[in-house]
Nanobody, 118 residues
Framework: QEQLVESGGGSVRARGSLTLSCAIS????????VVWFRQVPGKEREGVGL???????TYVDSVKGRFTISKDVAKNVLYLQMNSLENEDTAMYYC????????????WGQGTQVTVSS
């Protein structure tokens, strides 16, 4: 059974930066598609960025140029580097793994809260 544990969330001022981490076990990040999602209460879950099996990365338009997904293969950790944060980025952020699209994955974690204030 896959386990995904997010960390790194917190409160940050607008235009600031934050890096989220997602520790994944046991499947290796190099052999699975992975996604970062976010969700605001009362709204649908939104796919932020997807890394496909072939390594290609897709981001939703609202975060292009500001967010970057990367992997630490040795640690089997997925990262989401978030720069130039905006109030609208406030959400619970989740990582997902295996058979992912920007809409869903087979597995996801419990989430980490990001709050951006002016």
């Amino acid at each position: 059974q896959e386990q995904l544990v997010e960390s790194g969330g917190g409160s940050v001022r607008a235009r600031g930066s934050l890096t989220l981490s997602c520790a994944i076990s046991p499947l290796p990040v190099t052999r699975n598609s992975v996604v970062w999602f976010r969700q605001v209460p009362g709204k649908e879950r939104e796919g932020v960025g997807l890394v496909a099996l072939n390594g290609s990365t897709t981001y939703v338009d609202s975060v292009k140029g500001r967010f970057t997904i990367s992997k630490d293969v040795a640690k089997n950790v997925l990262y989401l580097q978030m720069n130039s944060l905006e109030n609208e980025d406030t959400a619970m952020y989740y990582c997902g793994a295996r058979h992912c699209s920007l809409l869903r994955c087979d597995f996801w974690g419990q989430g980490t809260q990001v709050t951006v204030s002016s």
